[in-house]
């Protein structure tokens, strides 16, 4: 850190007037970084020096984030481009690259699923996920989407009507399943159909969730009439068919609007204090194909600001054949022009964005803010029950504040055998799985026969607080990987050897520690002998109960695969010179016992690692009794003296 940002701009009003001075009146994009050169905003403007400056004029009304960011402020930096579109896509390349933490306005909670198609592989797969991951680039993601009943429905007429494959790993290693036989795959585990040709039929999917149903329709329908004139009766009718699925998913869902021909997308919001519930309907030739969902801090922006935010980053992921034409929504945009601009350089034809005040476009933006006034609602009422939740328990365990991040702690063994340990995260009341952390017990005195779960849990839990120990300056409070409560699964003898290990590092203090005992649900404190008085429907206690039963489900899925994994490699640990990276490496190849079974020894040898020699003598450790036998000797055995007959 140099000595010129030891003071943040606002501490320092000489250096930043000078700074202030130096930003040109040109478009462009601009980065707020704090003392410690961290990034913590990226922006953009059509005036850099105006905009800037507008953050630091005293009678600027400032929501709640910004004013705290700006009292962060140490550095402004800055890019120059020529228009105010090249500034926009800038900026959407900068933040997705850094992240900015005050450029997060929606919030991504997994409350809506998206739809997965993976293009980096050989042969695609598709499926529902809520978990938006930025993997690799060639993937595509098509939503959030609002309805997940309708999203399922949807994806599961497509694998009807469209030949896909069906499972995300084979059924056999040298044959195609039932769902090749019955036409629903073409033999992707196979290879029966070429790459090329899959992913053909993967983009006429894509269609679907683009919106694009009728110009597919149209595709089709010029394939079954050439079919048809080709004779190719049969093929005609596998397309006459699709083209009949396609328009059954959509048969419902007609909007009334004028010039139903053209492509459009109409955007509102509702919001409170605290949320704001945003619903983007999008309507292709007067039919609404898809209803996606966001949910933003009400304390971000403006509406019209939260609105423009969430077009930005959902037309970043989109490709250029889905924007649309005509874009309607509720509040003028701050920068709209701007992102008109912007998106009719992408689609390469005219993008307009409204807002309608009267006849059946403003009907439809009233339509769409319903929508979101439900969405908020229930929004609302979840909330409120997870608020209800806390301040009872709050209340229950005499803490100060509401408990924001709670952890449970379970563990989980068939006597002894493959013992783990769970770590699940609560934020708010809700499940934060990015945060969920697995243990594998290393205490060499619980072993098969012979378990330890007092041991066990002090082991986890000094494992997870080791660091703070360690260093006694890093920050308690405030810090958002510090717990509020620690819950452990079990009664007083659990949490006396939590309560033990705690006292040897020195967090007894720190560190608010209860138990759930299972049989009946009562909650122990430290030092208490007796359970606390509660009652089993208290908003408090069903909330720990809640954590307690998924750090019980995560800890007995992990043990489950940790048999799992052990049990298939048992057998191939009784191969002499076969150790633990090449029995991964044979199972990762042939994915079971069983078809490794079945394999030569020149297959086994096409493993890394996995020499001839090696290939044989697992061969042989599989087949007994095709094992090669010494042969016969040939020297004749020695002559033996007649016995003398017994008489």
């Avoid at 329908?221 to 006459?240: G, P, V, W």
């Avoid at 053209?262 to 519930?277: M, V, Y």
Wanted: charged letters at 30%; glycine letters at 4%.
């Amino acid at each position: 850190m140099t000595s010129d940002k030891a003071l943040t701009l606002v501490k320092d009003p000489e250096r930043l007037e000078t700074r202030l001075k130096e930003i040109p009146q040109e478009p462009g994009v601009y980065f707020m970084r704090d003392a410690s050169d961290n990034i913590l905003y990226i922006g953009k403007s059509k005036s850099l020096r105006s905009r800037v400056r507008s953050y630091f004029r005293d009678n600027h009304d400032h929501n709640p984030r910004i004013a705290l960011m700006v009292m962060q402020v140490a550095e402004i930096e800055f890019i120059v481009t020529d228009t105010e579109a090249e500034a926009l896509a800038l900026e959407a390349n900068l933040v997705k690259q850094h992240q900015p933490h005050f450029n997060v306005l929606l919030k991504d909670d997994k409350k809506y699923p998206y739809l997965c198609i993976t293009w980096s592989e050989e042969y695609p797969r598709i499926f529902i996920t809520r978990k938006r991951r930025s993997g690799n680039e060639k993937d595509r993601y098509y939503g959030p989407y609002v309805d997940v009943g309708l999203l399922r429905r949807t994806l599961n007429l497509v694998k009807r009507v469209f030949p896909l494959r069906q499972r995300p790993q084979p059924l056999f290693k040298d044959r195609p399943c039932l769902n090749y036989d019955i036409g629903r795959c073409p033999g992707v585990c196979q290879k029966l159909i070429s790459s090329e040709d899959y992913r053909k039929i993967l983009q006429k999917v894509a269609m679907i969730f683009q919106g694009r149903t009728q110009e597919l329709e149209e595709i089709l329908s010029a394939q079954m009439e050439k079919a048809a004139e080709d004779l190719n009766f049969e093929y005609a009718a596998r397309l006459r068919d699709q083209i009949r699925g396609i328009q059954s998913l959509g048969a419902d869902q007609k909007v009334s609007l004028p010039d139903d021909t053209l492509s459009r997308d109409a955007i509102a919001l509702a919001a409170d204090d605290q949320h704001a519930c945003i619903q983007l309907f999008q309507i292709r030739a007067g039919r609404l194909v898809g209803r996606l969902g966001f949910v933003a801090d009400a304390q971000s922006g403006t509406p019209g600001a939260i609105l423009q935010r969430a077009l930005e980053e959902h037309f970043q992921t989109v490709e250029s054949i889905e924007i649309p034409a005509e874009i309607l929504v509720q509040h003028e945009l701050p920068d709209g022009d701007i992102l008109s601009q912007f998106l009719t350089e992408r689609r390469g034809r005219k993008v307009t964005i409204v807002v309608p005040h009267r006849q059946t476009k403003a009907d439809l933006i009233d339509m769409v803010e319903r929508n979101a006034g439900y969405e908020l609602a229930r929004t609302q009422r979840f909330a409120d029950r997870n608020n209800q939740a806390m301040l009872d328990l709050a209340e229950l365990l005499d803490l100060p504040d509401l408990p924001h991040r709670l952890e449970g702690y379970d563990i989980s063994h068939i006597q002894g055998s493959d013992a783990v340990a769970s770590q699940v995260v609560f934020v708010d009341g809700l499940p934060a799985k990015q945060h969920y952390r697995h243990y594998k017990i290393k205490n060499p005195t619980v072993r098969s026969g012979h378990s330890d779960d007092f041991a066990s849990m002090a082991e986890v839990i000094q494992r997870r607080f080791r660091r703070y120990a360690q260093d006694p300056n890093l920050q308690r409070v405030g810090n958002p990987d510090f717990p509020d409560l620690v819950m452990i699964d079990g009664g007083k003898g659990q949490l006396s050897a939590v309560v033990e290990v705690l006292r040897e590092m020195n967090l007894m203090e720190d560190v608010k520690v209860v138990s759930l005992a299972k049989q009946r649900e009562e909650i122990f404190l430290p030092g208490e002998s007796s359970p606390l008085a509660t009652e089993a429907e208290q908003p408090g206690v069903q909330l720990l109960r809640r954590l307690r039963d998924e750090a019980h489900r995560f800890a007995v899925s992990f043990h489950r695969q940790q048999r799992s994994d052990r049990m298939r490699r048992s057998r191939l640990e009784e191969i002499p010179g076969l150790g633990y990276t090449r029995q991964k490496q044979l199972l990762a190849h042939f994915r079971s016992i069983d078809y490794l079974r079945e394999a030569s020894p020149q297959q086994i040898a096409e493993v890394s690692g996995i020499g001839p020699k090696m290939a044989q003598q697992i061969y042989d450790y599989f087949h007994p009794s095709m094992a090669i036998e010494d042969p016969p000797s040939t020297t004749p055995p020695p002559e033996r003296s007649p016995e003398p007959a017994v008489e």
